[in-house]
Structure formats: C-alpha cells, structure tokens
C-alpha cells in the first residue's frame, strides 16, 4: 500500500487552465503538505495544514488553493494555469507531536506539471 | 538567514569510495530533527536517515551514517562503499518543532555521481 499517493502523476494542459492534483495518505498523519520542486530541484513548501490550521507561503500565488475534505486527503486546486507552473508537486504528511522531532516527513511519488 | 545549506550543487565520487555531503543548518530551537533524503532520477523523495538534536551518539543506517556536530550546526551525510545506484540528488532537511506545528526545511540539494 502506498503510504501517500497522489493522482496524476503526469499532466499536460494548456495555459488559462483549471486544474486539481489529489493527495491521499494512509498513514494516519494529522498533517499535510504541498510542495512544488522547479526545473532547478528547490524544493519549496506552498502549504501545510493540519486540523488546527492552514499555514500559506504567502509567496504563493492565490491561484493555487488547498482543500482538504477530511484529515486523509488534502487536494490542489490551480487556477488560470501559467507557463511558469510547470513543475513536479509533491505532497507530503507528517506526524505533528511536539515532543518527537523524528517524525519524519512522507513525500507522495509526485505530479509532474506541464503547462504548453 | 538560509535554514538550511548544501553547499555542493554537484559530487562526483568512484564506485565503492566513501562520499560526504556538506549540510549545514541555522535554528535556535534546542529541540529538532534532521533528515536526509534521496531522490533518483525517477523523482520520488526517499528517507535516508535522521538525527535528533539531543542524540549523543551520531545515526547510522546501513551505508549511511551522519556526522552530527552540533556546536558547528552541521549534519553532513556519509555514503561509504558507493554504489553506482547511489547516484542521484541529495536533500538535507531540517524539523523544527514550534507553536504551528511542524516546520520543515530543505536544502537546495547535491546531486551525487557514481563514476564506474
């Protein structure tokens, strides 16, 4: 079983574009993430959330929006997609529990995002 | 300030040496977490290894251990006997743990070649 998965893996679409990317894990982790990797590898974090809070790189666009249904899922909506969001976006989840900062971090297999 | 640092965009090393990649972090919290990850040229993120910031002892797993010095904040990761499947790029990541929960950060990166 894969502990967090994410669909699709590849996407091609054109610009102006609204597009979704869905994140599931199985892990029981009461937070997510999602972060986009360039063409460079940065790996920068676009969100986290958890069932306390939504957390925003406040250098994100607004066009980039989570939602999450449920503590299991936590899903990417882009709107209006640019050239520049081309990209591989990862989701991830953890285990928030202050006192273990060995809870690591669990990446989905990616979404790789084309936009022609 | 940068949390984390990798300072070697790229490595090369001979299959069956030993490697090391350089991280360096920034934090004042006295409680946190860091991890190595790896990602092949198939993209998937995978957890190498992790090291507490109150462990006495430094992590070892398998071919992989970190060279933990905390007086110089550095948390470089150690490849030895290198396997041509070694190759890939390497992401030094630290967790802090503040009043929103989980924070984590990534390094740019090392991309690691296994010359046969």
């Known amino acids: 079983d894969t502990a967090v998965s994410q669909t699709p893996k590849y996407l091609v679409t054109q610009m102006g574009n609204d597009k979704s990317i869905k994140c599931e894990q199985n892990?029981?982790?009461?937070?997510m993430y999602w972060y986009k990797q360039d063409s460079k590898k940065f790996l920068k974090i676009m969100f986290s959330?958890?069932?306390?809070?939504?957390?925003i790189n406040e250098t994100v666009p607004n066009r980039f929006s989570p939602k999450s249904p449920d503590k299991a899922h936590l899903n990417l909506h882009i709107n209006s997609l640019e050239l520049g969001d081309s990209a591989v976006y990862f989701c991830?989840?953890?285990?928030?529990?202050?006192?273990?900062?060995?809870?690591?971090?669990?990446f989905g297999e990616g979404s790789w995002l084309t936009v022609v | 300030a940068q949390k984390i640092t990798q300072t070697q965009p790229g490595m090369f090393v001979q299959e069956k040496e030993a490697v090391t990649l350089d991280c360096t972090y920034d934090t004042s919290d006295p409680s946190y977490g860091l991890f190595w990850y790896k990602q092949p040229s198939s993209g998937e993120m995978i957890f190498l290894i992790y090291q507490g910031s109150y462990d006495q002892q430094n992590a070892t797993e398998g071919r992989y251990s970190l060279n933990f010095q905390k007086a110089r904040k550095s948390a470089n990761l150690v490849i030895s006997a290198s396997q041509l499947g070694d190759s890939a790029m390497y992401f030094c990541?630290?967790?802090?743990?503040?009043?929103?929960?989980?924070?984590?950060?990534f390094g740019t990166g090392t991309s690691l070649t296994v010359i046969p």
């Open positions: 991830a989840s953890s285990q928030d529990r202050e006192q273990l900062s060995g809870n690591t971090i669990y």
């Open positions: 990541a630290m967790r802090e743990i503040s009043n929103t929960g989980n924070q984590f950060y």
């Open positions: 959330y958890n069932n306390k809070e939504l957390i």
């Open positions: 892990l029981g982790h009461d937070t």
